[in-house]
């Protein structure tokens, strides 16, 4: 079992920047893939980026490569979000996840763990 608490969202400008943190606990944080998903209002949840136990980051085409950056701190169990360039359109709860599996997959069916969520709103 593991358990996935983000936080970092907020109000923020467009143009600016934040990072969202996801705090996991309960198994080794080391060995799982970890995801970022966001779901605006009457949209699906879709799909960030996500990085390798190892450190190997992939991002959602157009949407976001380029503003925003995942990565993750094993000491801390800890992955991150960066999000630079920020637009109205990025408004949205974002989600942390986690896999099982060493795979890194582009889809929610892939993460067996969510946690709570964090909002984010950007205003133009």
């Known amino acids: 079992q593991v358990q996935l608490v983000e936080s970092g969202g907020g109000l923020v400008q467009a143009g600016g920047s934040l990072r969202l943190s996801c705090a996991a606990s309960?198994?080794?944080?080391?060995?799982?893939?970890m995801g970022w998903f966001r779901q605006a209002p009457g949209k699906e949840r879709e799909f960030v980026a996500a990085i390798s136990w190892s450190g190997i980051g992939i991002y959602a085409t157009d949407s976001v490569k380029g503003r925003f950056t995942i990565s993750r701190d094993n000491t801390k169990s800890t992955v991150y979000l960066q999000m630079n360039s920020l637009r109205p359109e990025d408004t949205a709860v974002y989600y942390c996840?986690?896999?099982?599996?060493?795979?890194?997959?582009?889809?929610?069916?892939?993460?067996?763990?969510w946690g709570q969520g964090t909002q984010l709103t950007v205003s133009s």
């Open positions: 996840a986690a896999s099982r599996t060493a795979v890194v997959a582009r889809v929610a069916r892939g993460y067996d763990y």
């Open positions: 309960g198994r080794t944080f080391s060995s799982v893939t």
